[in-house]
């Protein structure tokens, strides 16, 4: 649960260390990205239908996201999914993306740090904006009746050196939740439960601020960051 006293009164709950100036419909307004807001709702007003996105209950069939992708309600992935540089992920509060084990012939990243697994991996940037009562949720597949889940891969920030900003996201049943490699941006309010390492971090720059790291093999891992991690919660992990 995220501390109030760490929260400016704003209609999404982002934390404090993200905010740099006022916040317009949950996005952080200053001098920097002022433009890119102007930039995404008008896009999102205006270009949105025209891109690939994915709308409730679909399937993701294309491999490679350029431009603005938009994904919301059930997205169901099969196969690695890569946001190439100078795209735009955003990803709608109350999104469910699925992780299902990867389908025969379906694409692999050449990422270095991807796994044999489903991965999704951005270049370019990812706006993941949840909410308290709408939480992004990650997760794998139903295997069986009983309720649990497949594994899958993680999320990887590559080289994205735009700023990433993930918030009221939920991670679970990954391989590595989120792994970030010479990326930055800010991830905070944020849930890594059960997965085999939470959120992996190396020569990156983030602000990691009131997340819980829950039952993890690892909960957190980094190497050479000057990233600032305040005010989590870790607990029942194999280390960390």
Request: hydrophobic fraction near 35%.
């Amino acid at each position: 649960m995220v501390s109030s006293h760490y929260l400016d009164n704003n209609r999404e709950g982002i934390p404090r260390f993200l905010l740099r100036g006022k916040v317009k419909n949950g996005i952080i307004m200053n001098k920097r990205n002022f433009t890119d807001y102007a930039r995404v709702s008008l896009a999102c007003l205006l270009v949105l239908p025209m891109f690939p996105g994915c709308r409730p209950g679909s399937s993701v069939e294309s491999t490679i996201g350029m431009g603005m992708i938009q994904w919301e309600g059930i997205v169901r992935l099969e196969q690695d999914f890569e946001v190439r540089p100078g795209a735009l992920l955003y990803i709608q509060p109350g999104t469910i993306i699925e992780c299902w084990p990867p389908k025969e012939g379906g694409y692999v990243s050449t990422n270095d740090h991807a796994s044999p697994l489903v991965d999704i991996i951005v270049y370019g940037r990812i706006l993941s904006r949840g909410s308290s009562n709408a939480p992004i949720i990650f997760r794998g597949a139903l295997k069986d009746e009983s309720g649990g889940r497949s594994k899958w891969g993680g999320l990887i920030c590559s080289r994205s050196h735009e700023e990433n900003i993930i918030t009221y996201n939920r991670f679970t049943q990954a391989t590595v939740a989120l792994k970030c490699e010479f990326s930055s941006g800010g991830v905070g309010a944020c849930y890594f439960e059960n997965n085999d390492i939470g959120m992996s971090l190396a020569q990156s720059h983030f602000k990691i601020f009131d997340n819980s790291f829950l039952g993890n093999g690892i909960g957190l891992s980094y190497i050479d960051c000057p990233s600032q991690v305040v005010v989590n919660l870790f607990e029942g992990n194999g280390i960390g």
